[in-house]
């Protein structure tokens, strides 16, 4: 390699990893020969999709930038004209057809010992540095990426965990497959968290990563977080739910103000909080659509039909009704176990308040119950809006409010 190749090389190596808007990976993964990325895989346009990708993370993980985020990626297709939906297209396929084994096979090959050995060899030793130290850094900005995306999480996992108030381990462990030790959802999301704690103990540079201080290291109170949660839960629920109705959100108001005042406070606010859980479910859904819908989604669950006696009608329990609106009514892929947590310890909670109506104490632990339930429901409806309902257009949620 003559002189001026070398310096234009390290010319576009200096100038990749100073920039914060490349990819130090990409820069490095384009000086290597061909013949050898083709050995790989690593074509040019997959190259090309990973800048994009760390870059696109690197703008939207950046606080100091207040535009939009359609503002902060705007530019990139002209900077990558190259990229169409057809190359795009094909990349994925190829992605696609890699089956587990063959990505297994490839993973235990880059990261063991002799694999090591094989690709130092085969780049030379000082190549081999500098794409392992570029992984490094691209690697910090993915990790860190992850982790605010998976915290932004954490206060549905808390609303869920809300939800389930009045479930036994048991039956969570049952309903959503979370063990004895771990019945909590906002428990688990912790131990995710640690997760990119040890990825970047792996030496992941945050030097030039747009990061968080709060980002750097695990979250550690688990209770002081759940608090913290609990409490934007409880105020945006109840200013969601007076979106939709008005009425529902006075029911909720009057059982605070009924455990507060009333000598018979707890029958009263237990008596609220039912009305209010059967006006929810029975105005945003008929019982004649949820049977549809729990036909063709969960048709193989348990207690989601009864037979009324009366009448003799078949018709969907509480639980069914709790399920059609966490899922927004929507078509469902699969089922999905925390959406059956939520309807399951909400149909648990109305049960609950069933007893509390009949209350003739009004006990301290009694009124507990009742905040609990509260809790429960505020839970539930952040949980379904979050989840389901807000991931629609904005129609989705007029046509609930339409309904009240």
């Known amino acids: 390699m003559n002189i001026v190749t070398q310096e234009r090389i390290e010319d576009q190596r200096l100038r990749a990893t100073s920039s914060l808007d490349t990819s130090a990976l990409a820069a490095e993964l384009r000086l290597v020969r061909p013949a050898i990325r083709k050995m790989f895989g690593v074509s040019d346009e997959a190259i090309i999709v990973l800048e994009i990708v760390i870059i696109a993370l690197r703008r939207l993980l950046d606080d100091s930038d207040n535009r939009p985020w359609e503002e902060r990626l705007a530019g990139l ?70 982790r605010r995306g998976f915290r932004t999480l954490l206060p549905i996992a808390t609303a869920l965990d809300n939800s389930c108030i009045f479930l036994t381990p048991d039956a969570i ?75 529902l959100a006075r029911k909720l108001r009057g059982a605070d103000d009924a455990l507060e005042h009333s000598e018979d406070g707890v029958s009263q606010a237990a008596n609220s909080l039912v009305e209010l859980i059967d006006r929810l479910l029975r105005t945003s859904f008929d019982d004649h659509f ?3 819908w729990i036909e063709k ?39 999905s176990g925390f959406h059956l947590l939520s309807a399951t310890g909400l149909a648990a909670t109305r049960s609950k308040l069933q007893k509390l109506k009949h209350a ?20 539930f409806f952040s949980f379904a809006l979050r989840a389901s309902w807000h991931k629609e257009s904005s129609d989705r949620l007029l046509s609930l409010k339409s309904k009240f």
Request: overall charge negative; charged content about 25%.
């Open 360 to 379: 003739d104490v009004g006990s301290a632990e009694e009124r507990a119950e009742v905040a609990l339930a509260i809790a429960a429901i505020e839970g």
């Open 173 to 247: 462990e049952s309903t959503a497959g979370l063990s004895l030790v771990e019945h909590s959802v906002l428990a688990l999301g912790f131990k995710i968290d640690t997760i990119f704690d040890a990825m970047i103990g792996f030496g992941l540079p945050l030097e030039n990563v747009p990061v968080r201080e709060s980002e750097i290291s695990a979250l550690v109170d688990m209770s002081i977080v759940a608090r913290e949660f609990a409490e934007v839960i409880s105020d945006s629920s109840r200013a969601e739910l007076a979106e939709v109705d008005e009425a």
């Open 77 to 146: 297709e002209d900077r990558f004209p190259q990229v169409t939906d057809e190359s795009v297209g094909q990349l994925l396929s190829a992605m696609a057809a890699i089956d587990n084994d063959q990505a297994a096979r490839w993973i235990k090959r880059i990261t063991d010992k002799q694999g090591r050995v094989f690709f130092r060899r085969l780049l030379g030793s000082a190549m081999y540095d500098r794409i392992e130290n570029a992984a490094k850094i691209d690697g910090a900005v993915v990790v860190i990426a992850l």
């Open 290 to 292: 949820v049977m549809g």
């Open 297 to 335: 989604n969960y048709s193989e669950e348990s207690d989601v039909i009864y037979v009324e006696k009366a009448s003799g009608r078949t018709k969907p329990t509480k639980r069914a009704q709790a399920l059609c609106f966490a899922h927004a009514g929507l078509q469902v892929e699969a089922p």
